[in-house]
């Protein structure tokens, strides 16, 4: 078990370098982000460009995670819309996810309602129910 857990940690290490080239975001084992600009294996080390002109030079083994994102999934999280504040996911529905309308409440819950507004009308919601 021991030698099949080592075999595999070096084909980790291994693939993980073969992807370390020039233009490849990284992650360093101290939580530093960059591009690689190059690689000098003979010396184990790597010039990274932190933001733009400011380059840092790091060891090889100091480089622990490829973080370059595909092109599809960054086109994809492009298009993804996401609300300020998590009160418009569940605007308009009741704890068991159907709209207010649905259930035969009163929907004229106003989408920008003071916190007064909001308290009255939690109030008489509450009414209701009772």
Do not use: C
């Amino acid at each position: 078990m021991m030698f099949r857990k080592q075999k595999k940690t070096t084909q980790t290490v291994a693939q993980q370098r073969s992807q370390m080239v020039p233009g490849t975001e990284v992650m360093t084992q101290f939580g530093l982000f960059g591009r690689i600009v190059s690689v000098d294996q003979e010396e184990n080390k790597a010039v990274l460009e932190l933001s733009p002109g400011n380059t840092a030079t790091v060891h090889l083994q100091a480089l622990t995670k490829v973080v370059t994102i595909p092109a599809e999934e960054a086109a994809s999280a492009e298009d993804t819309v996401v609300p300020d504040d998590a009160s418009s996911l569940t605007l308009g529905k009741d704890t068991n996810g159907s709209t207010d309308a649905a259930v035969g409440r009163d929907a004229a819950a106003p989408r920008d309602e003071t916190p007064e507004e909001t308290l009255e009308r939690l109030n008489r919601d509450e009414k209701k129910e009772n």
